[in-house]
């Protein structure tokens, strides 16, 4: 077994977190974390119709849970970040960023889950940390850049260009570089598991911008020891939006019995002819880009793997993603980063995906309820029981690959109130993952900037001082024209590469 370089705790000497230097806010009608009670609103059986059932659901995502507040002994040598916005030499948000390392002679180990992770991950190793926050990044750009709230005729596309993208959302840092865009249908059938717009002058009726593919600089290629091709696929802005479609049916994909839930399926291989963005399908459109680029870079004598990451029901076909990928390249490196991401398959596509040498590290928040879908709907979960006890094994839904399981409660920085919602927010997997450092001394202090988990909530303690749901569009999407004097709607083909645009 190769050895890794130990994990030092370098945070166990750290003063406690003193609350009197930090600026104070009131919130009308708050209690303190002390008076809260344990309520933990469950998912229990009704005897009722399968929509009622998902309604039900849907109206948990948002009910507040409580608890207790007790910070344990090994949260008290947490050192919070400093609240001060302002960049003085000295006094910022959160630590530097550690130099990354060379790890070409550890990729196997570290990537490819060669031993499944085992011994990496209690503790902590910061390489695997950092490998799993970067392809967490890439998931998370996908919401970032995704236009939901700024003019109807853009709904539902890419706020910026391909070559644009880790500019703007600054992951330059990572060492990637997009090489294309990828669209999926926004309505199967009667369903509507992604967004559209209603706009009569919209830039597609029919598609979705749904992720991006891109693949790694010669600098981070030396780095990880080889090229490495990056599929990040997004999830729903609302997980209700495909909750309430979800109908939890599986069908057969290829040979022997194995299963998919149908609406991912159909997600991934929808496509029309009549459409601009989608005369191929999501699932074409990814395997000619890896194909392309596996060619290209294997021509050139290196060594070629494929990372696909997603969150939510980009998780779903990041694994649909991987099983297509596995069949078509036997020889490609394949690993799977999932974050809250729902069961897709039954049982025998769980053991295809093993056959084939997938590795998979799916990550959950304990408290988040998407990854227990769609089998934790009481009528799938009865009739899974009951097909189980018969022996009918292809109809009972299961997870795929490792799990690395999050406590949302374990976490000092964050407000000991939460919803069903927020427990499935990307950042705040990622903030747990920053912190976590093994499972018995909690948390460390981590490199991520802790302002990002109120990027779209408002779970940060108020005692750091960030504002709720900060993050917007600057202008609200608009842009100032220089030679008129006006403020105006950005144009779509102005925003796109050429190459972004499939002909009509």
Same mark, same amino acid.
């Given at each position: ?20 230097? !930090?600026?104070?806010?009131?919130? !009308?009608?708050? %209690? ?40 344990? %002994?090994? *949260? ?15 006094? $910022? ?73 880790? @500019? ?43 992720? $991006? ?41 290829? @040979? ?7 609406? $991912? ?7 029309? @002819? ?25 021509? %050139? ?115 000991? *109130? ?12 990622? !903030? ?73």
């Amino acid at each position: 077994m190769l050895h890794l370089p130990l994990v030092v705790d370098f945070h166990h000497a750290v003063k406690p977190f003193d609350r009197s230097r !930090h600026r104070k806010y009131t919130s !009308h009608g708050s %209690k303190s974390a002390a008076s809260l009670t344990h309520v933990v609103p469950e998912i229990v059986d009704r005897p009722d119709d399968y929509m009622s059932r998902t309604k039900f659901l849907e109206e948990k995502m948002t009910v507040p849970i409580s608890w207790k507040h007790q910070v344990p %002994k090994s *949260k008290a040598n947490v050192k919070y970040t400093t609240p001060n916005l302002v960049e003085v030499q000295g006094d $910022f948000m959160s630590p530097a960023r550690s130099p990354e390392e060379n790890m070409s002679n550890k990729w196997q180990e570290l990537r490819a889950g060669s031993s499944k992770w085992e011994h990496l991950l209690d503790p902590f190793h910061p390489w695997l940390r950092a490998e799993i926050i970067k392809y967490g990044e890439f998931a998370q750009a996908t919401y970032d850049a995704f236009n939901n709230d700024c003019f109807p005729e853009c709904y539902g596309n890419c706020r910026y260009r391909k070559h644009k993208l880790f @500019d703007e959302l600054h992951l330059t840092k990572h060492g990637y570089e997009v090489t294309k865009y990828i669209y999926a249908m926004s309505h199967v059938g009667v369903l509507q598991y992604l967004e559209r717009s209603q706009s009569p002058h919209t830039w597609s009726k029919d598609s979705n911008w749904i992720g $991006f593919v891109a693949v790694s600089n010669d600098d981070e290629s030396k780095r990880i020891g080889r090229r490495d091709i990056v599929m990040a696929w997004r999830g729903t802005v609302a997980v209700s939006e495909w909750i309430s479609d979800l109908e939890a049916k599986l069908v057969l994909i290829g @040979d022997g019995d194995v299963m998919v839930e149908y609406g $991912f399926h159909k997600i991934y291989t929808s496509k029309c @002819d009549s459409t601009r963005y989608n005369k191929l399908s999501a699932s074409e459109q990814v395997m000619e880009e890896v194909k392309k680029l596996e060619k290209l870079y294997r021509e %050139k004598g290196e060594k070629v793997s494929l990372t696909i990451t997603g969150h939510s029901l980009g998780g779903a076909l990041a694994l649909l993603n991987a099983y297509e990928a596995a069949a078509s390249l036997p020889d490609l490196p394949i690993t799977v980063i999932s974050f809250g991401a729902p069961q897709v398959g039954n049982i025998g596509f769980r053991e295809k995906i093993n056959e084939m040498k997938v590795k998979t590290m799916r990550i959950v928040v304990k408290q988040d309820k998407v990854p227990t879908l769609p089998g934790e709907l009481w009528l799938i979960r009865i009739l899974q029981t009951l097909l189980s006890i018969t022996g009918m094994r292809k109809w009972v839904y299961t997870h795929v690959g490792e799990e690395l399981a999050l406590d949302i409660t374990s976490s000092p920085h964050l407000k000991p *109130k939460f919803s069903y919602k927020d427990c499935h927010n990307l950042e705040i997997y990622l !903030h747990l993952i920053d912190r976590l450092h093994n499972k018995d001394s909690g948390f460390r202090e981590g490199e991520r900037d802790i302002a990002l988990v109120n990027k779209n909530t408002g779970m940060l303690i108020q005692e750091i001082g960030i504002p709720e749901n900060w993050y917007q569009v600057p202008h609200k999407g608009l842009i100032f024209n220089t030679i008129i004097g006006r403020w105006i709607k950005p144009n779509r083909v102005n925003q796109q590469d050429e190459d972004d645009v499939p002909p009509i």
